[in-house]
């Protein structure tokens, strides 16, 4: 025997694996042994854990011995020669695929719930079982993970039978195995506890990764409809349970590709918050740069989006906020000023809300406007511009920063004050 247990099988594979620490790594267990196996690994390497869901197809007088598997998406592996050697018939590998379909539909609820599974799209997925006998599910798990949209896969298991790697057929970038004995007869030989793995602690090894590494983030790249022949490139970015989303205006020709205003979105979802970082203008018209100083267009454009978002079925019963950056914040808070704006809160970073004019009046929403303290113009005009709101606001300084808030440690002080504004008034909503 190589392992005393599942936990102690995972312990020594993720010791084999340290050269992946520090990657773009999704850990995906195959339930239900592989789970805690992964769970071991997911933990070594700091990294997100999910599961692949594949189902072996046994042999039905023998269910031990796969025949083959299936997977998510509808990937189907069968062994040739298998099904010649025990001489199974169409129509009893079909009775075994539906039973099996239908309990692979049923592990999906079980184990995920509501839940989206990780995002694997141009990622290293590493693929974790307690141990490799005939291939089959392995085949199929990493059929499924290939078709997600991995950038390159690695299978990694606790044992494996001598010439394994040959049954996978290239499917998989990388193999790894702990042992591989030249007397094999199954994986639980190898194991002084092989006992089944209960699905509560599938779930408990899911939901104990997902606590450490925070919620799951879907991203989606959108393009927003704003006016005749005019559509807009964006991201929307939702976390799983999301309490809110927030919608980036960015200011003086910048886009959602902003690296800070990025920065501050990935710690809003990182909170729980879904954003939708988008363009403004075209690129035709960023050209132009009197379009980054045309509030009402921007404004209107914001308005459109807006209206857009809240049709979204991710949005469908969430509060709305506005992260205003530069002349961003202008056209923030002129939407947020016109007649029946659902926008709940606004924040302003480093922004020229004096440019919103007249509309600073009607704002509603509890804005927050924050400037770095070494930033004296902005600083007077955001203390100019407050003095006209009607609402709640606050005007909070971030000791040392300049105008783009490039000093060590003040964006992540703006990314601080804005989840907890954000957060503390969807709340209320």
Not at 136 to 152: D, K, M
Not at 336 to 349: D, F, I, N
Request: glycine fraction near 10%; aromatic fraction near 4%; hydrophobic fraction near 45%.
């Amino acid at each position: 025997m190589f392992f005393s247990d599942r936990t102690d099988a995972g312990r020594q594979l993720a010791a084999r694996l340290d050269h992946l620490k520090g990657h773009d790594v999704v850990v995906l267990g195959l339930p239900r042994g592989g789970v805690p196996v992964a769970a071991e690994v997911a933990d070594a390497l700091d990294a997100p854990l999910d599961i692949c869901l594949v189902r072996k197809l046994g042999v039905p007088a023998q269910p031990e011995l796969a025949m083959g598997a299936l997977g998510e998406g509808g990937v189907r592996v069968v062994n040739e020669r298998v099904l010649r050697e025990v001489g199974v018939d169409a129509r009893d590998l079909a009775a075994v695929e539906r039973r099996e379909h239908i309990e692979l539909d049923q592990r999906a609820v079980r184990y995920r719930g509501s839940r989206p599974s990780v995002p694997l799209e141009g990622r290293t997925v590493l693929v974790v079982d307690d141990g490799l006998a005939t291939g089959a599910t392995a085949l199929a798990a990493c059929r499924v993970v290939r078709a997600g949209g991995a950038a390159r896969i690695v299978l990694a298991v606790p044992v494996a039978p001598q010439g394994w790697t040959a049954r996978l057929g290239g499917e998989a970038d990388e193999t790894v195995s702990v042992h591989t004995p030249e007397v094999f007869y199954a994986i639980g030989q190898f194991y002084q506890d092989f006992s089944q793995t209960p699905d509560a602690e599938v779930v408990a090894c899911l939901d104990r990764n997902r606590a450490a590494h925070g919620p799951v983030v879907t991203d989606t790249d959108v393009r927003i409809p704003v006016a005749k022949r005019v559509t807009l490139a964006g991201t929307l970015a939702v976390p799983e349970g999301a309490t809110g989303i927030v919608v980036f205006a960015h200011g003086s020709g910048s886009g959602r590709h902003s690296p800070r205003n990025r920065e501050v979105a990935s710690a809003l979802n990182a909170a729980g918050l879904g954003t939708l970082l988008f363009d403004l203008l075209t690129e035709a018209e960023a050209v132009d740069r009197a379009h980054v100083f045309d509030t009402p267009l921007l404004a209107e454009r914001l308005t459109r989006t807006t209206e857009w978002l809240a049709e979204r079925p991710e949005a469908e019963g969430l509060p709305l906020g506005y992260f205003g950056a530069s002349t961003g914040a202008a056209a923030a808070l002129s939407a947020a000023g016109e007649p029946g704006s659902p926008v709940a809160a606004v924040v302003s970073r480093g922004g020229r809300p004096d440019l919103a004019g007249d509309h600073l009046a009607q704002v509603r929403a509890p804005t927050l406007l924050v400037v770095g303290s070494r930033d004296a113009l902005v600083l007077d005009l955001n203390r100019r511009a407050r003095s006209l709101l009607r609402c709640e606001s606050r005007l909070t300084e971030v000791e040392g920063a300049t105008h783009l808030f490039e000093e060590p440690g003040a964006l992540e002080e703006v990314a601080e004050l804005a989840t907890s504004w954000f957060t503390e008034h969807f709340r209320d909503q």
